[in-house]
């Protein structure tokens, strides 16, 4: 069922379990995947704000998105997944930066190459933990790949963007020691701009097709 890697087609209805980890106050992958799709997504974030946005958002225009809120910023599907949840797919925009001030670089670069001259604000409208974490990216990745052993029977493909392409080398090594079935790195093209997003799972082939089913209920 992995979107893109072999043309396969995607699954779609409410039957479709989508985690969102860092699903941000404007909830951009649970509404693109529930229109297009049509899958159902429980969005997590670690910033009070953001769940407040996307509360509203959900109340306004009546959609049934589960929210959670994470407690603890070394966590990520620690204290979110319940023992009883089982989702096809989790995914993430993860936090790329490594401290405030290299999130606050990045944005004037990103300014000055628009023409805008500089800027004191962080990009996109992010806040802090919105762009940065402590060891950034890779550090966040690392502890999503050592917290995804955790639920490896509960989530049939960890997915997330990987923003930086350098970060791919050191994840395979992390992957590598982790006890994963399959993995796969899907690249994406949008204009001028490539990108990517690695998938694992810990799930055999023959094993895929039955708790895709069973998680549907
Ligand atoms: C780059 S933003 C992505 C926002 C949105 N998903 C998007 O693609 O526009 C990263 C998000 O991760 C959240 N975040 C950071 N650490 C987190 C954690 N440990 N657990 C859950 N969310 C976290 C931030 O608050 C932020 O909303």
């Known amino acids: 069922m992995l979107a893109g890697s072999n043309n396969q087609e995607i699954p779609r209805g409410r039957h479709i379990k989508a985690l969102d980890i860092g699903t941000g106050a404007s909830l951009v992958y649970p509404l693109t995947g529930q229109s297009e799709y049509g899958w159902h997504f429980t969005g997590v974030d ?3 704000g953001a769940i407040k946005s996307a509360r509203q958002i959900c109340e306004l225009n009546k959609l049934e998105i589960t929210l959670r809120r994470q407690s603890k910023a070394v966590n990520i599907f620690r204290g979110v ?3 009883n949840d089982a989702f096809h797919v989790t995914m ?3 936090p790329f930066h490594g401290s405030i001030e290299k999130a606050k670089k990045g944005t004037q670069r990103k300014w000055a190459n628009l023409g805008k001259g500089r800027s ?3 990009n996109f409208g992010g806040q802090n933990a919105e762009l940065w974490c402590p060891g950034g990216e890779i550090k966040f990745l690392a502890r999503m ?3 995804s052993m955790e639920f490896a029977d509960q989530c049939l493909w960890f997915t997330s963007l990987v923003s930086k392409k350098d970060n ?3 994840l395979s090594r992390i992957l590598g020691k982790a006890r994963i079935a399959d993995c796969k790195v899907v690249e994406m093209a949008q204009g001028q701009k490539t990108s990517r997003f690695i998938a694992w799972t810990y799930m055999k082939k023959n094993e895929r097709s039955s708790f895709a089913k069973k998680a549907r209920t």
């Open 168 to 170: 791919l080398q050191p």
């Open 46 to 48: 670690i910033d009070a």
């Open 145 to 147: 790949v050592e917290q």
């Open 92 to 94: 993430c925009n993860p």
């Open 120 to 122: 004191t604000k962080l």
């Open 81 to 83: 997944i319940q023992p």
